[in-house]
């Protein structure tokens, strides 16, 4: 078969396949994620803003898409790199074949690719600058693609969250998803929280309302003032792209200025979770690799339990920076790194996993509730 698709590396090297979806050519960072499902969550996390992420299952594609699996209204990933190409969807909740849903949203496929090298490659060398490019005739210009991905500017310092947050505040009452009446809606909510929208999945949000929350979400670049105006009984601060030291120069002064000015219960995920912790006087770093999976076993410290997590995110806190009163209370069982901490006399905390995808499947919901729990205690 021809190829069609071509997927270039900053160091030279070049990855031939067959291309589905959009058509074009796009630049991005390149990670692999290693979960066995949820390719279109994952393609729709904001967290994924300037990556292509290659899967290192192969059976991606197959179950097709359908609406009520978005994590935002629109694909956030640039691409994504896969073993085998798709087939025919074979599933009763399929609306359309992830193919045709690429081609629609613009985002680019490539299929037929030895996703192991690549992985072996990503780990060893770190994540690359890449170029990726689909052409029905199979005519690239490798030299121009290559260029194209060494002049990719990555990721580091990079502020990511102001291109996927909301561009006004809005209110969110839809809880999770339940057989067999699917999506309900919060009727009863008994806490008012301000959720700061760095790039939230829809999924967090429907699980702070099943927790009993009235949720109003507010862009990333919110005051201290903007939260405060809606009298919240919590803070809580998403996930998101990017380098956390970026997105700080604006949300770390509101943190502080919130924690100043309240004892309210504040709770953060992912980039939530750095932005807590720079806020609190830590550092971040970018990683090797990242985490991005569904299979992660993160231990509670103070607990001995061990979690099955899902993660996505190529920086993490330091766990060596946190200052005293901070105490670290999760860590990632792959390699030691930060994965949680809480404030010593206060109801704030937060995690770098994402509890409310379901990889354990329930293994860490009770974040959600010990957030509603603080709220409680606080009234």
């Known amino acids: 078969m021809t190829a069609t698709a ?10 031939y396949g067959h291309g589905f979806g959009a058509t074009g050519q796009t630049v991005a960072e390149l990670c692999f994620n290693t979960a066995m499902t949820g390719y279109q969550e994952i393609m729709t996390d904001p967290s994924y803003a300037g990556q292509v992420v290659t899967f290192t299952f192969p059976h991606v594609g197959n179950t ?22 798709p087939t025919t969807p074979s599933n009763w909740r399929a609306a359309e074949p992830l193919q045709a849903w690429l081609a629609r949203r613009g985002r680019i496929g490539i299929g037929g690719v030895d996703t192991r090298r690549l992985t072996r490659a990503i780990r060893q060398q770190g994540a690359p600058h890449i170029a990726l490019a689909h052409d029905p005739d199979g005519a690239f210009d490798l030299e121009a693609l290559v260029a194209s991905a060494r002049g990719f500017s ?21 809880k999770r998803w339940a057989w067999p009446e699917g999506y309900t809606t919060q009727e009863a909510a008994q806490h008012k929280v301000v959720a700061i929208d760095y790039g939230a999945k829809r999924n967090i949000l429907r699980c702070l309302a099943s927790a009993g929350c009235d949720v109003t979400v507010l862009p990333a670049t919110a005051t201290a003032a903007d939260v405060m105006a809606h009298a919240p009984d919590g803070l809580f601060l998403s996930n998101g792209p990017g380098d956390p030291a970026a997105t700080g120069v604006y949300a770390v002064p509101m943190i502080n200025d919130i924690m100043e000015q309240s004892d309210m219960p504040i709770f953060g995920i992912c980039l939530g979770h750095q932005m807590l912790a720079l806020a609190l006087g830590a550092q971040t770093v970018k990683m090797n690799h990242g985490h991005h999976g569904a299979n992660h076993p993160v231990k509670d410290i103070e607990t001995g339990k061990v979690e099955i997590t899902s993660m996505n995110h190529g920086f993490t806190v330091d766990g060596q920076s946190l200052p005293e009163g901070v105490i670290e209370t999760h860590i990632s069982l792959f390699d030691g790194s930060n994965c949680g901490i809480r404030v010593a006399d206060r109801p704030v905390f937060s995690v770098q996993y994402h509890p409310e995808a379901s990889p354990g499947p329930q293994d860490s919901y009770y974040l959600f509730e010990r957030f509603a729990a603080a709220m409680v205690n606080q009234s």
């Not at 097709?64 to 190409?85: H, S």
């Open 6 to 15: 071509c997927l270039a590396l900053a160091d030279g090297t070049v990855f």
């Open 64 to 85: 097709g898409v359908n609406p009520e699996d978005d994590e935002t209204a629109d694909p956030v990933a640039a691409g994504l790199v896969v073993k085998w190409d």
């Open 154 to 174: 990555g990721l580091e310092g990079v502020d990511l969250a102001k291109d996927v947050t909301c561009a006004q505040s809005y209110r969110w009452d839809e």
